[in-house]
Nanobody, 125 residues
Framework: QVQLVESGGGLVQAGGSLRLACAAS????????MGWFRQAPGKERDFVAA????????RYADSVKGRFTISRDVAKNTVYLQMNSLKPEDTAVYYC??????????????????WGQGTQVTVSS
């Protein structure tokens, strides 16, 4: 059973940076895609970024391209989301997700079958 534990959220001023971490356990993650999603109050959960565990493919939402970077540390079984130039509209609960996915990295929530509990990111103006 896959377990995902997020950390690194917090309160930051606009223009600042945060790095989220997702510690994964429960199995080997070869052929897995690891993703980050976010959900603001009253809104749907949206795709942010994802990376294939092999590290050879990434995908980003247009709203975060050039500001966020996803990476993974195979030795630590951890996926990171480096968030720079944060904006108030980035405020949300950020969730780590995992799925055994072949082919193009998907953006849909339904494609991922394991989820963390989420970590709050608040960006003040």
């Amino acid at each position: 059973q896959v377990q995902l534990v997020e950390s690194g959220g917090g309160l930051v001023q606009a223009g600042g940076s945060l790095r989220l971490a997702c510690a994964a356990s429960g199995r080997t993650f070869r052929n897995y895609v690891m993703g980050w999603f976010r959900q603001a109050p009253g809104k749907e959960r949206d795709f942010v970024a994802a990376i294939r565990w092999s590290g050879d493919s990434t995908r980003y939402a247009d709203s975060v391209k050039g500001r966020f970077t996803i990476s993974r540390d195979v030795a630590k079984n951890t996926v990171y989301l480096q968030m720079n130039s944060l904006k108030p509209e980035d405020t949300a609960v950020y969730y780590c997700a995992a799925g055994a996915i072949i082919g193009t990295i998907p953006r849909s929530v339904a494609a991922y079958d394991s989820w963390g509990q989420g970590t709050q990111v608040t960006v003040s103006s």
